[in-house]
């Protein structure tokens, strides 16, 4: 399986950018997919998640109603649009597929047995 997140950057607090991750190696539409992030000198620390068909979504409560998290089936690829960014969002994301196929998208990290190389994100206040 490899997983491959683009689209970060720095932005100014307030604004928005969306993060995409390229998946291969495996029969995506079967796996949740979800989005971490690693500040520094934290802990990885659960983002969103989404389950295989799409319809199924979950949200820390320190990004919820400002992140979205949405997934293409055709195009094997998992995003996630965030807007109202805080200085405090700041961190490497990181995008990573269920442990196996048909789960429901656990919020823990060892719910995921794969992980992308990550992309970071600076929000200057």
């Known amino acids: 399986v490899q997983l491959q997140a683009s689209g970060g950057g720095s932005v100014q607090a307030g604004g928005s950018l969306r993060l995409s991750c390229a998946a291969s190696?495996?029969?995506?539409?079967?796996?949740?997919m979800g989005w971490f992030r690693q500040a520094p000198g934290k802990e990885r620390e659960f983002v969103a998640v989404?389950?295989?068909?799409?319809?199924?979504?979950k949200y820390a409560a320190s990004v919820k109603g400002r992140f979205t998290i949405s997934r293409d089936n055709a195009k094997n690829t998992v995003n996630l649009q965030m807007i109202s960014l805080k200085p405090e969002d700041t961190a490497v994301y990181f995008c990573?597929?269920?442990?196996?196929?048909?789960?429901?998208?656990?919020?823990?990290?060892?719910?995921?047995?794969?992980w992308g190389q990550g992309t970071q994100l600076t929000v200057s206040s």
């Open positions: 190696g495996l029969t995506f539409r079967l796996y949740a």
């Open positions: 990573a597929a269920d442990r196996t196929s048909y789960g429901l998208g656990g919020t823990s990290l060892g719910d995921f047995g794969s």
């Open positions: 989404i389950s295989g068909s799409g319809g199924s979504t």
